[in-house]
């Protein structure tokens, strides 16, 4: 079965930067799109960014637009969210998905166990 | 950005239908037959049930079914069981702002 394994998560303070890591297998990693969704304690999911197959596109939500950057690499079966300038309000349990529709951000069928990010000083 | 609107909480007997509605916009719901729906039960990740309006992934009881009118989709639970009980999430894609939106959540809760 696909497994999505996300790790780098972790305690930072604002302003600060972490880099999350997403190792995917049991699938053939590079015939998808990504993304990265996130959930914060309590509350309800929320889109975060999806990169194209071969990485040549990349997407972001609006509230993080500018801040993190997504990427890929396709020999190494991974996927990644630098995050930079973090925030209270980034902190949340972000969650690696495998993006099945024909264009990015329209269904995920598979998702990791996700990584907690918590951003406080 | 505006989520999707879910109701808060849905509730019914075993045996029951329930149904969840998802309203947004000509820019997502009513644009685009990209309407998914997640189940998430307490402490899991979330799980596809319905992709593109009304389709089931393979796995997924057909007591569950998806629909949309509108600006506004839907999502069926027939034969309500225990098991049922969940966050259920709509998703749209969108084509302004960001690309992908989901609604709050509406809890479900089975008596």
């Known amino acids: 079965e696909v497994q999505l394994v996300e790790s780098g998560g972790g305690l930072v303070q604002p302003g600060g930067s972490l880099r999350l890591s997403c190792e995917a297998s049991?699938?053939?990693?590079?015939?998808?799109?990504m993304s990265w969704v996130r959930q914060a304690p309590g509350k309800g999911l929320e889109w975060v960014a999806g990169?194209?197959?071969?990485?040549?596109?990349?997407f972001y939500g609006d509230s993080v637009k500018g801040r993190f950057t997504i990427s890929r690499d396709n020999a190494k079966n991974a996927l990644y969210l630098q995050m930079n300038s973090l925030r209270a309000d980034d902190t949340a349990v972000y969650y690696c998905?495998?993006?099945?529709?024909?264009?990015?951000?329209?269904?995920?069928?598979?998702w990791g166990q996700g990584t907690l990010v918590t951003v406080s000083s | 950005q505006s989520a999707l609107t879910q109701p808060a909480s849905v509730s019914g007997s075993p045996g029951q239908s329930i149904t969840i509605s998802c309203t947004g916009t000509?820019?997502?719901?009513?644009?685009?037959?990209?309407v998914s729906w997640y189940q998430q039960r307490p402490g899991k990740t979330p799980r596809l049930i319905i992709y593109?309006?009304?389709n089931r992934p393979s796995g997924v009881s057909d007591r569950f079914s998806g629909s949309k009118s509108g600006d506004t989709a839907s999502l069926t639970i027939s034969g309500l069981q225990a098991e049922d009980e969940a966050d259920y999430y709509c998703?749209?894609?969108?084509?302004?702002?960001?690309?992908?939106?989901f609604g709050a959540g509406t809890k479900v809760t089975v008596l």
């Open positions: 049991r699938f053939a990693f590079s015939s998808y799109w």
């Open positions: 990169i194209k197959k071969d990485g040549s596109e990349k």
């Open positions: 593109a309006v009304t």
């Open positions: 998703s749209s894609y969108r084509s302004t702002a960001s690309l992908n939106v």
């Open positions: 000509s820019s997502d719901v009513g644009g685009y037959d990209y």
């Open positions: 998905a495998r993006d099945v529709g024909d264009i990015v951000a329209t269904m995920f069928d598979y």
